[in-house]
């Protein structure tokens, strides 16, 4: 089990299950996002992360038809997103566990447009765009 939480500490949550899919992307959105070089992202079945406390903070934005980010209204931490097309899944930001995480990073995504000032070193493999 993991546990985490935001910056405040107001929103809580547990994951029951495993963590799939681990990756760091590079798209100018998740850097606007994260307001870092790029976004840590892990897969997580729906089912197995649940809110322990804080659920009236969690704010959603709708950034594209589909996509749902959900942050604490309180201190904007970054908690878990949505996608409709990858349904029984949320993608939590790995930053925001506070657990050991045994599970490792897969890739590097959307390199193709990092930030010019980031060098990636990383030995794990990295695509321009999203991996088909």
């Known amino acids: 089990m993991y546990k985490g939480g935001c910056l405040c500490g107001e929103v809580r949550y547990e994951i ?18 994260q307001g870092s070089a790029f976004a840590s992202n892990g897969v997580v079945e ?21 996509y749902v980010k959900m ?4 201190c904007g931490s970054p908690i878990i997103s949505k996608n409709a097309a990858m349904p029984g899944v949320v993608r939590v930001r790995i930053g925001t566990i506070e657990s050991d995480i045994s599970e490792r990073p897969h890739a590097h995504i959307f390199v193709g447009s990092k930030a010019n000032w980031e060098d990636i070193g990383a030995d794990i493999p990295q695509f321009d765009e999203f991996p088909g």
């Open 16 to 33: 029951t299950g495993g963590i799939s899919r681990i990756i760091y992307c590079h798209c100018s959105q998740c850097r606007k996002a």
């Open 46 to 66: 729906e089912g197995s992360f649940h809110i322990r406390s804080g659920e009236q903070l969690l704010s959603a934005y709708e950034y594209s038809p589909g």
């Open 71 to 74: 942050f604490c209204s309180r």
